[in-house]
């Protein structure tokens, strides 16, 4: 490689080894090499980069991305993401006509910006067929799974994984090695589907790959946490993602990882019938730019689950305006939540319209992760819907009759009596609890009473919790 500056071999050799890491099976540099990667001084004036500081630039992402600094990642993604780069014929080595774009694309998966990586991963694949070099292309095709499976373009992403399966059969390699973007398509794919099978395939890749490469942590640990869900361990399920929630947290703030680990955990609990915890889970998130993982989407099956339809709809108003944002598979969603959401409120035109839309979208896909969390009352709804469009043999009708044989009715908000309603609106002030007493003209031992019965009925032990989740059920609309 060519160079204007003079830069420590060991510094270029550490950015060489962290770049290729990605490839197949080979090894990162040891965690003090990438930290001290992170900090890697380069001339702001790009069009003066030599091709060694293209790979320092690339390996400078890398670093902050395997280091959970997702935030610090996406903005020098940001910055160098049209930097020029040889061209596949120039004669340059793969490190440097790929690696800085396999970066920046990386860094744009993991903070969420999966309409930016998709763009970029066709282009690279396209770049690294021209190149020729096999590693690199199964490289580029495992970016362009983890975009397609996360905005659930599952095709492309199924796609994908089966060229990477044929390229590493042709090559003689080690069909069950871990790779990190290509794993997280893989667990997307599995989640959207919920098959167990397939996680726990994935999750023994992934823990062959935490003995050389610790960074790969999180996802480990994400994977591990969706298994233990599947399979019924909600106490490890909760330990499990909430360290991947903190590890987020102690950088520079949530990344991907993080979201679908606090989505799972919202997930589970309406999974399991208790969406009131759910929406006071996600009572501060907000969705990222391309509501990859929209919070509005569990929001509205958790208004629908407790019997408020017109929650459903103001949650998800935002979401109809911005739709081109949404994944199809969000929107798929929200479509058929607010279907329902609009039938119960007996506006059957628009709810069947709503309900048409979403199947007209979904095709021939099965997302049995939307399905698993409606009603059976719900789901006999949408039965109904593709019974009378004539889709008798569609994949979601088998989905939808798993499961919807309970007669029973929607489940509704918790029932509060007279005195626990009207401390439950004073709660909401900020009164203490004799402040309280003296405006209900009761004792104070009569609120703290009502107080604790209230906390119980909603499954919470504090009073800013019990009024986040009943504000955010639109409780107080009632």
């Known amino acids: 490689m060519g160079t204007t500056r003079t830069v420590a071999s060991a510094e270029l050799t550490d950015a060489v080894e962290l770049v290729e890491s990605a490839l197949h099976g080979r090894r990162p540099p040891s965690p003090r090499a990438i930290d001290a990667l992170r900090a890697v001084g380069l001339d702001p004036d790009t069009e003066r980069w030599t091709d060694e500081d293209r790979v320092l630039a690339a390996a400078r992402i890398m670093a902050l991305s395997r280091l959970g600094q997702t935030g610090a990642a996406a903005q020098l993604a940001d910055r160098w993401r049209d930097v020029p780069l040889?061209?596949?014929?120039?004669?340059?080595?793969?490190?440097?006509?790929?690696?800085?774009?396999?970066?920046?694309?990386?860094?744009?998966?993991?903070?969420?910006?999966?309409?930016?990586?998709?763009?970029?991963?066709?282009?690279?694949?396209?770049?690294?067929?021209?190149?020729?070099?096999?590693?690199?292309?199964?490289?580029?095709?495992?970016?362009?799974?983890?975009?397609?499976?996360?905005?659930?373009?599952?095709?492309?992403?199924?796609?994908?994984?089966?060229?990477?399966r044929a390229l590493r059969e042709r090559h003689g390699w080690d069909r069950d090695a871990a790779e990190f973007l290509a794993d997280a398509a893989?667990?997307?794919?599995?989640?959207?589907?919920?098959?167990?099978?397939?996680?726990?395939?994935l999750s023994g890749r992934l823990h062959r790959l935490l003995e050389h490469d610790?960074?790969?942590?999180?996802?480990?640990?994400?994977?591990?946490?969706?298994?233990?869900?599947?399979?019924?361990?909600?106490?490890?399920?909760?330990?499990?993602?909430?360290?991947?929630?903190?590890?987020?947290?102690?950088?520079?703030?949530?990344?991907?990882?993080?979201?679908?680990?606090?989505?799972?955990?919202?997930?589970?609990?309406?999974?399991?019938?208790?969406?009131?915890?759910?929406?006071?889970?996600?009572?501060?998130q907000e969705p990222e730019g391309e509501h990859v993982c929209c919070p509005n989407q569990l929001r509205a099956v958790a208004h629908l689950r407790i019997g408020d339809p017109r929650s459903v709809l103001s949650v998800t108003t935002e979401c109809m305006r911005i739709r081109p944002r949404h994944n199809l598979h969000t929107m798929t969603s929200i479509l058929l939540y607010r279907g329902l959401a609009h039938l119960r409120m007996q506006m059957t035109e628009l709810g069947h319209r709503e309900i048409g839309e979403?199947?007209?979208?979904?095709?021939?896909?099965?997302?049995?992760?939307?399905?698993?969390?409606?009603?059976?009352?719900?789901?006999?709804?949408?039965?109904?819907?593709?019974?009378?469009?004539?889709?008798?043999?569609?994949?979601?009708?088998t989905a939808l009759r798993e499961g919807a044989s309970a007669t029973a009715d929607p489940p509704a908000f918790p029932v509060l009596t007279r005195r626990e309603r009207a401390v439950a609106e004073q709660l909401?002030?900020?009164?203490?609890?004799?402040?309280?007493?003296?405006?209900?003209?009761?004792?104070?031992?009569?609120?703290?009473?009502?107080?604790?019965?209230?906390?119980?009925k909603l499954n919470v032990s504090a009073r800013d919790d019990a009024v986040g989740i009943l504000e955010q059920a639109g409780y107080f609309e009632q």
């Open 428 to 456: 909401r002030l900020p009164r203490s609890f004799p402040e309280i007493a003296a405006a209900l003209h009761v004792a104070p031992s009569t609120v703290k009473t009502q107080a604790l019965s209230i906390y119980k």
């Open 186 to 201: 893989d667990a997307s794919l599995a989640f959207t589907a919920l098959d167990l099978p397939r996680l726990q395939r």
């Open 214 to 284: 610790p960074n790969s942590r999180p996802l480990c640990q994400l994977v591990d946490a969706a298994v233990a869900m599947l399979t019924g361990d909600d106490h490890r399920m909760v330990a499990l993602s909430s360290r991947v929630i903190q590890a987020g947290q102690r950088h520079d703030g949530e990344g991907l990882l993080a979201r679908l680990a606090l989505h799972l955990q919202a997930f589970a609990l309406i999974r399991r019938n208790e969406p009131l915890r759910a929406l006071g889970l996600l009572r501060q």
């Open 86 to 164: 040889p061209p596949p014929g120039a004669g340059a080595p793969p490190v440097v006509v790929l690696g800085l774009s396999c970066a920046v694309a990386e860094a744009k998966i993991c903070a969420g910006d999966i309409g930016a990586a998709g763009a970029l991963a066709e282009r690279l694949v396209a770049n690294a067929l021209d190149l020729g070099d096999a590693l690199w292309i199964l490289r580029s095709r495992g970016i362009l799974a983890a975009a397609s499976a996360l905005s659930r373009d599952h095709d492309v992403a199924e796609e994908q994984q089966r060229e990477m």
């Open 358 to 397: 979403a199947f007209a979208i979904l095709g021939g896909s099965v997302p049995a992760d939307t399905f698993s969390l409606l009603h059976p009352l719900d789901r006999r709804v949408l039965i109904g819907a593709l019974e009378l469009a004539g889709d008798a043999g569609s994949p979601a009708l």
